[in-house]
């Protein structure tokens, strides 16, 4: 059973920056496509960035620039670096993880292909 832990995140000004972190463990020498997804209450989980274990990554236009995801198979560690944050950046981030998913690609994918969730990380961006 693969496991997510995520820490950082909070607050922060228009034009700062947070880090995410999300420790994984638990899941097969195969490295799993891992992500990124945000929620705004009442709306879906929307795909922020994903990588797969050879580090190929895809990120959202409504990020890109400003947001790098990367991870550290060492550390089972996953990571969203997130500056130029903008106050419509505001939500629950949260981690994910599916093992043997055939593509591992931001518009290939949504939330329900992945089945492990971290328990969810706030940022609140103040304009």
């Known amino acids: 059973q693969v496991k997510l832990v995520e820490s950082g995140g909070g607050s922060a000004q228009a034009g700062g920056s947070l880090t995410l972190e999300c420790a994984a463990s638990g899941y097969t020498p195969v490295k799993p496509c891992m992500g990124w997804f945000r929620q705004v209450s009442g709306n879906q989980r929307e795909g922020v960035a994903l990588i797969d274990g050879a580090g190929y990554h895809s990120i959202a236009d409504s990020v890109r620039g400003r947001f790098t995801i990367a991870r550290d198979n060492a550390k089972n560690t996953l990571y969203l670096h997130m500056v130029g944050l903008k106050p419509e950046d505001t939500a629950m981030y949260y981690c994910?993880?599916?093992?043997?998913?055939?593509?591992?690609?931001?518009?290939?994918?949504?939330?329900?292909?992945?089945?492990?969730w971290g328990q969810g990380a706030q940022v609140t961006v103040s304009s």
């Open positions: 994910a993880a599916e093992e043997a998913l055939p593509i591992c690609i931001l518009g290939g994918l949504t939330a329900t292909d992945f089945r492990f």
